[in-house]
Structures are given as structure tokens and as C-alpha cells.
């Protein structure tokens, strides 16, 4: 599938002033920032917009500051490490529209990069307030949105923005929007889909969907005792999402008309609680006595799912498959991180614990297409639309017939 939005490699952007949206909205620590992977993700777009000679402004959030300005939420550190990345200064402006922010814009010149503040400082960014989207609108002569992260947020800076602006999809939001489309409309076959983490109510959307287009569907994590507790498995102390028991016991049901295999874990690895040293066990089998709760998946079932990845065309993994963070608890995720390394297919990991247990192995450089999305890449998968991408303009007629 081709790319139906318009792209910034199309977009006439000398001599203007560019309004690009990213999504800088990344852990800080001691007034620094503590990873910068998404940070360097929107580097393609803004150095391809300042070599054709743009003066940008770029906007994005940081954590939940609720509408308000936040000295501990400021934009800053951001700043400070991008003009690192960079080799420039980036200059940080004083609020989001308030202030001189206009006669700051104005002054750009072709290559000079500001950012603004925090948007979400701004009580009408999460309520889409039309008077804000105008207001950023002022600040340049067309938008362009890089914010994968945040692109199924219909926010003034992620949707309201491009109503008022011709809008553009940065490199970034084209190629995850490109990547995560295609497993699902052309995957090569068999398509492995790898599912964990803690609820089954954030995936089952996911589920579904793949239950048409899939192979397989691996469960691991802590959503695999909802699908226990469905079957009447005992699940011990183990965290079980209540609300996840029926969405479990109705996929387990569509799964039996569908030609793909949903796989649940054969064995588990136990601890008497969610720590790193307490008492552990390995267990057999899935059923988790009183007092014990499943903190991973055991040995088989990560070599099962391992040999499944290895004969996988195309593999998505998103969601660890156990409390990873806790050396005891983090050999199935190893397991299946080192499995979709070296798997031979294509391969995309979407997630933040995902990607944070690939790196944490250092193994983030050996899959094809890491996902710098959460919920916007659940979203796509699922097969809804995206407000951020949908508000942009369509390519030309006549590019996408090329």
C-alpha cells in the first residue's frame, strides 16, 4: 500500500516557516534527559526541512501537566539536548502563543529551529480548542506532523492545526504508518503476532484483528491469566484483569472459526511476589497455586514461541512477556527479544516495554522497524483511523497512481 497523505519531501518549504509537530515527549531525570530515542526518531524531518532552507517551529507535549504551565514538565532539557543533536542552537520560547512567541516565529531565519513550549500547558490542546489551532497556525505557512506517538490524539497541535494550515506527514509518521500498514495488508507469510503486557482490554482490539489476518497470535505477559481464568485455570495471587476475563473468553470463541492459531503459554515461572527477590518457582504447567503469582512465562513456552518466530515471514511483537525489569522474572522476554532478532522475516516491534526490553538486551538495532508509537500504533492496528494523519492532506492524485 502506497502512502496516501501528502509528504514533506513534496512540500515547497524555502524561505517558510514550518510548523512541525513531534513528539518529544520523553523521560526526564535530574533535569536532563534520561532517553532520547524519540528525540533522534524526528531528526530525519528536521534536517531535510532546514537543508531546504526552512525556519522551523517546532511543538510538542511532555507528560500531563493538566493544562497548566509546569516548571518541572518545561521543554528545556528538551531543547538543550536536540541543539546537542543537532550541532545548533535550538532556541526555547517562552510559552506555547502567549508572549512575544509571534515576533520570535517572525524573526526565524532559514535553518534556525524554536521551540515552543510545552503545549500541553495549554488548557485547549487536549479539548482541540479551535482559538489555539488558529493561534498556532499564525506562527508558520504550513504544518507538517513528525508525532507518530501522538497522532490518535484529535489535539489542537496534532489535528485541530492542520485545518487552518496545508499539512504535511513528516518522514517519521510516513514510515510508521507505511510499516505497521503493510503487516497487516501485505505481510509475508506466516505472520507471527507476538501479544503481552498486562490487559487484555488495550489488546483485544489487536486481537481481533489478527485472529482475521494473522497466522499465529502468541499470548505472553501478565493478559495470559485473563485467558486462564476464562478456561476456570486457577491463577493463584496473579494479576488478573477482571474486565479482561470475558474479552479473553470471547476471543478464545472467535478463535475457533478462524484459521489462525491462538497460543497461550504452556509453562510459567512463579514468585510469592512482585519482587525481584522473592521466593521463585518454575512450574510445569499454568495453573498458579495460592500465594504464588505468574511472573513469567517458563522455559517451553519461550522455546515454542521462539521456534514460532524463527519460521515467521513477518513478526509483531508488542508487549513483554513477564515482569522483564526483574532479572528473575526476564528469560521469556530475553527469549523471545533474541528470537525476533534473529529472526529472518520481517520484523516490527511496537510498545514501549517492547522496545525498552530490546534495548535493555541490546537488541534494539537488529529488527526492522521499532515503533516509537504506544496506543497510536494499537490504533492502526486495530484498523482505525488516526486523527493526526487523517487531518493532513492527500497526495496528489497523480503521485499516488505512480
Known amino acids: 500500500m502506497s502512502f496516501s497523505k501528502a509528504s514533506v519531501r513534496d512540500a515547497e518549504v524555502a524561505g ?38 526552512a525556519a522551523l517551529v517546532l511543538a510538542s507535549h511532555l507528560g500531563r501537566p ?5 516548571p518541572e514538565l518545561s ?57 489555539l489551532s488558529e493561534a498556532l497556525a499564525t506562527l508558520a505557512d504550513l504544518y507538517v506532523n513528525d508525532a507518530f506517538g501522538a497522532a490518535h490524539r484529535a489535539h489542537a497541535s496534532t489535528e485541530g492545526v492542520a485545518h487552518h494550515l496545508s499539512g504535511y506527514a513528516g518522514l517519521l509518521l510516513e514510515r510508521e504508518v507505511t510499516e505497521l500498514t503493510a503487516v497487516v495488508e501485505s505481510p509475508k507469510r506466516p505472520l507471527v503476532v507476538i501479544l503481552g503486557g498486562a490487559k487484555v482490554s488495550d489488546k483485544v482490539g ?14 505472553g505477559g501478565a493478559m495470559c491469566f485473563s485467558f486462564f481464568r476464562a478456561q ?72 515454542l514461541y521462539a521456534e ?22 526476564a528469560a521469556g522476554t530475553r ?10 522475516g520481517t520484523t516490527v516491534v511496537g510498545g514501549g516495554d517492547s522496545v525498552a526490553a530490546l534495548r535493555k538486551f541490546g537488541l534494539d538495532d537488529e529488527v526492522d522497524w521499532l515503533s516509537t508509537g504506544g496506543g497510536a500504533s494499537l490504533e492502526l492496528l486495530e484498523g482505525k483511523k488516526l486523527p493526526g494523519v487523517e487531518a493532513l492532506m492527500d497526495a496528489e492524485d497523480s503521485d499516488s497512481d505512480a
Request: hydrophobic share 45%; net charge negative.
Open 16 to 53: 517558510r516557516r514550518v510548523l512541525v509537530r513531534v513528539d518529544f515527549n520523553v523521560p526526564l531525570a535530574g533535569g536532563r534527559v534520561a532517553d532520547d530515542m524519540r528525540i533522534r526518531a524526528a531528526l530525519p524531518t528536521i534536517e531535510l526541512l532546514r537543508e531546504r532552507g
Open 66 to 70: 493538566g493544562g497548566k504551565p509546569d
Open 75 to 131: 521543554m528545556a532539557p528538551v531543547a538543550k539536548r536536540l541543539g546537542e543533536l543537532l550541532g545548533t542552537e535550538v532556541k526555547l520560547a517562552p510559552g506555547v502563543i502567549e508572549g512575544d512567541v509571534d515576533l520570535i516565529c517572525g524573526a526565524l531565519g532559514p535553518g534556525d529551529v524554536l521551540l515552543l513550549e510545552n503545549t500541553r500547558f495549554e488548557p485547549g490542546e487536549t479539548e482541540n480548542d479551535p482559538k
Open 206 to 219: 489487536v486481537i481481533d484483528r489478527f485472529l482475521e489476518v494473522a497466522d499465529r497470535i502468541l499470548i
Open 232 to 303: 476456570g485455570i486457577a491463577t493463584g495471587d496473579s494479576l488478573v484483569e477482571e474486565k479482561g476475563v470475558e474479552l479473553a473468553a470471547e476471543a478464545l470463541e472467535r478463535a475457533k472459526d478462524s484459521d489462525c492459531e491462538l497460543t497461550l503459554p504452556l509453562d510459567l515461572v512463579l514468585g510469592r511476589s512482585f519482587d525481584a527477590e522473592t521466593e521463585r518457582r518454575e512450574s510445569d504447567g499454568v495453573e498458579v497455586p495460592d500465594g504464588w503469582m505468574g511472573l513469567d512465562i517458563g522455559l517451553r513456552t519461550a522455546e
Open 308 to 329: 514460532a518466530v524463527a519460521g515467521a515471514g513477518t513478526v509483531l511483537w508488542n508487549g513483554p512477556m513477564g515482569a522483564f525489569e526483574m532479572e528473575p522474572f
Open 335 to 344: 527469549a523471545v527479544a533474541e528470537a525476533v532478532a534473529k529472526a529472518p
